[in-house]
């Protein structure tokens, strides 16, 4: 007598989630919404809520901008002392407060003071998240929440733009104002949400030895292949950066196509970032590709974008449609390089990063994006007047430096932060199975 057949399946398991990771998640699109709704129109946004002029705000944003760096050393002292989620929730009442403030905020000296202190909380805070998704998660739950928090940071970016558009066109200047104001709610919905969570592993305050207060900084400064990661990233970072410096001028100068182009160029980007963030890295997760391997491909993917619209601007095509189809596939091309580079790029600094000192290493490598995105309008500007082929042949340059230099510093490395590990397997039709491994969970909700 023969046994009835049973019928494989090769679905996949469905994804176990941290407990407490809605929250978390829901708390980064809340952030992002806000921030959506004055980062697009950030001069235009701080002239009508103070009053000041276009070049007085320009130049306070500036200054307070590179103050504002120096939170980050700070930031991740604290991070180390008191836990990323303590950080993490003091930089949200910091910028809830600023927000809250900016409307009030109408002489030269108050905007300066109120706008330094968001400047704070705005540049340390993407290190304390990252250390905090470091504390709550590890392995490929880590790399999963970092694909989700970037496609989230595009998504509600691309929302709050869309609802400061339609406050501001009811209100008329007044929806300035209430922008801001939502903006504060955000995050103070946000942090509510972020003390909703329990961590059920704290940092470890017993490893007295290992503890920052010893050595400080030094141990960073001193890893050098978390080093030379962070200059990879600062490479990376630049072509980040043209997206919102160089693909204006690009289209505006060198195609001279329609303004309108360029807002239809960005809204390509956010929507693929929102849609295919988490699709891609999951498929770069399900092959098993070291971290530093699929960030390389990456950069490389970077480097033929920008050498597809360097010869795109060289060709200067003059019909229309032409234009268009050219600048969206080359916008695509360049997206789909966001997505395969950043969640691993991410994970494998996270990864890379003794938890003692991860609040430390992470504001380090924070440094790589200020960095970028402080020198970047003034060194495309300069390029692009002097030849406009010229900033394409430097990210190009950069990009395919960041890969090759990650590839270099993959035996240095962390053998955890580099290699994934596998997937689990799917459900075994005849039992006895073995039980896969699962990720232990950091968060109770």
């Keep these: 007598m023969s046994l009835p057949r049973t019928r494989a399946t090769t679905a996949r398991p469905a994804v176990a989630r941290i407990p407490g990771e809605r929250a978390l998640l829901g708390a980064m699109g809340v952030d992002s919404v806000g921030s959506g709704m004055y980062i697009p129109f950030s001069l235009v946004f701080f002239h009508h809520i103070t009053g000041l002029s276009f070049a007085v705000v320009g130049a306070v944003l500036t200054v307070v901008g590179l103050i504002g760096m120096g939170a980050l050393p700070l930031a991740g002292t604290a991070v180390d002392r008191y836990g990323a989620r303590r950080v993490q929730l003091l930089l949200y009442g910091v910028r809830g407060a600023g927000f809250a403030l900016y409307p009030f905020a109408t002489s030269l000296p108050a905007f300066a003071v109120v706008a330094l202190g968001t400047a704070f909380g705005d540049r340390a805070f993407p290190a304390v998240q990252q250390a905090y998704i470091g504390e709550v998660a590890s392995g490929l739950d880590r790399d999963r929440l970092q694909a989700a928090a970037r496609a989230l940071r595009n998504a509600g970016l691309g929302a709050g733009a869309l609802l400061a558009s339609l406050v501001i066109t009811v209100a008329g200047d007044r929806g300035f104002t209430a922008a801001a104001w939502l903006n504060a709610l955000s995050f103070g919905v946000a942090a509510l949400l972020i003390r909703s969570i329990r961590a059920s592993r704290v940092p470890d305050g017993s490893a007295t030895a290992e503890r920052p207060a010893a050595a400080g900084y030094r141990l960073v400064l001193a890893d050098r292949a978390f080093l030379g990661l962070t200059a990879a990233n600062f490479l990376t970072a630049l072509g980040y950066s043209a997206l919102a410096v160089l693909f204006p001028l690009f289209i505006a100068g060198t195609l001279n196509g329609p303004q309108s182009l360029t807002g239809a160029a960005f809204t390509v980007n956010t929507v693929l970032c929102a849609v295919g963030g988490v699709h891609v890295a999951g498929r770069v997760r399900g092959r098993g590709a070291r971290r530093t391997r699929s960030a390389a491909l990456g950069a490389v993917i970077f480097a033929a974008a920008f050498v597809g619209l360097g010869v795109f601007g060289a060709v200067r095509p003059q019909a229309g449609w032409a234009v268009a189809g050219g600048v969206f596939a080359l916008v695509a091309l360049y997206t789909v390089a966001e997505l395969v580079h950043n969640p691993s790029s991410s994970a494998l600094a996270v990864a890379a990063a003794p938890e003692a000192l991860r609040g430390r290493y992470m504001a380090t490598y924070q440094l790589s994006w200020s960095l970028a995105a402080t020198l970047a309008p003034s060194l495309f500007t300069a390029l692009f007047a002097a030849d406009a082929r010229l ?35 799917p459900p075994c039709p005849v039992p006895p199975c073995p039980t896969p491994p699962t990720s232990t969970p950091a968060l109770a909700a």
């Design 391 to 425: 900033p394409w042949a430097l990210l190009t340059l950069t990009a395919l430096c960041a890969a090759a230099l990650l590839l270099r510093l993959e035996p240095r490395l962390p053998a955890a932060a580099v290699r994934l590990a596998p997937l689990p397997a």
